[in-house]
Structure formats: C-alpha cells, structure tokens
C-alpha cells in the first residue's frame, strides 16, 4: 500500500499514513476511519490536504542505467520478464 502525508489544517501537524490510491479522505473524521486512527480530540470535520513530496524522485545523472529497458524502447525483454 502507498505511503501519504496529510496535513491537518487545524493543527498544521503532518501524519503519515498508508492506505490504498482509491481513497480520498476529505477530512480528519474520514481520515481517521479510513487508517484506524484516533481523532485526538481534532474536530472530524477539521479539512486534510495530501502533502506531494519529493519522495521517489531520482535525478537521471544517478541512475546506474540510464536506458531504458529493452522491452520499453520497442525491443523484447529478456528472459524472465523486464528488470530482471
């Protein structure tokens, strides 16, 4: 399951939770239902925001390769399947 930050706009603290891409929590109640977690005495209708960080980007200069695989350029992939 993917890794999110929310923050919670009414106390500017940032959470990090899991849950699956095809839930949207519109605010802290939701939030807590949907990761089991308890509101602290937050208001539930208190708005979340997701927080996009830099997480998982890699600069091109620091691959090991560069290329693209064979299978991604048009080319077959090699035995096993892409990557391997």
């Known amino acids: 399951m993917?890794?999110?930050?929310?923050?919670?706009?009414?106390?500017?603290?940032?959470?990090?939770?899991k849950h699956t891409m095809a839930m949207t929590p519109?605010?802290?109640?939701?939030?807590?239902?949907?990761?089991?977690?308890?509101?602290?005495?937050?208001?539930?209708?208190?708005?979340?925001t997701k927080v996009i960080s830099a997480a998982g980007v890699v600069k091109s200069g620091t691959l090991k390769n560069p290329e693209a695989p064979p299978c991604m350029s048009g080319g077959g992939c090699p035995s096993g399947g892409c990557g391997i």
């Open 26 to 48: 519109q605010n802290w109640g939701e939030l807590c239902l949907l990761c089991n977690l308890d509101p602290q005495g937050v208001p539930e209708d208190s708005s979340v």
């Open 2 to 17: 993917p890794t999110y930050d929310y923050r919670i706009e009414a106390t500017g603290d940032v959470i990090e939770v």
